[in-house]
Nanobody, 126 residues
Framework: QVQLVESGGGVVQAGASLRLSCAASGRTFSRQVMGWFRQAPEKEREFVAGITWRGVTYYGDSLKGRFTISRDDARNTVSLQMNNLKPEDTAVYYC????????????????????WGQGTQVTVSS
């Protein structure tokens, strides 16, 4: 059974940093894209960041420079470093993994990802 488990969410003040981690089990994703999405109340799930099997990174609009995605294939994990957090970053953050190997770019729509974690809440107060 494949599982993605996120950790690292919490409540912080604006300007703070958080590091989210996602641990995969049941299979490895070293040849697949892994990504992070977020969903705020009453909003659609939004692409945050993704990383290809080669380590090429992609970010959602206006997030590059504050957020950094990385992967550790030896540990089957993907992380999201979030700096200078803003109240508008408040959302549930989801880890996602593709099933297609060797994809050259990162999909930005949720339907392209087969595996999902349960999410971790990030709340940023002003």
């Amino acid at each position: 059974q494949v599982q993605l488990v996120e950790s690292g969410g919490g409540v912080v003040q604006a300007g703070a940093s958080l590091r989210l981690s996602c641990a995969a089990s049941g299979r490895t994703f070293s040849r697949q894209v892994m990504g992070w999405f977020r969903q705020a109340p009453e909003k659609e799930r939004e692409f945050v960041a993704g990383i290809t099997w080669r380590g090429v990174t992609y970010y959602g609009d206006s997030l590059k420079g504050r957020f950094t995605i990385s992967r550790d294939d030896a540990r089957n994990t993907v992380s999201l470093q979030m700096n200078n957090l803003k109240p508008e970053d408040t959302a549930v953050y989801y880890c996602a993994a593709d099933s297609m190997p060797y994809r050259g770019s990162v999909p930005r729509v949720p339907r392209e990802y087969e595996y999902w974690g349960q999410g971790t809440q990030v709340t940023v107060s002003s």
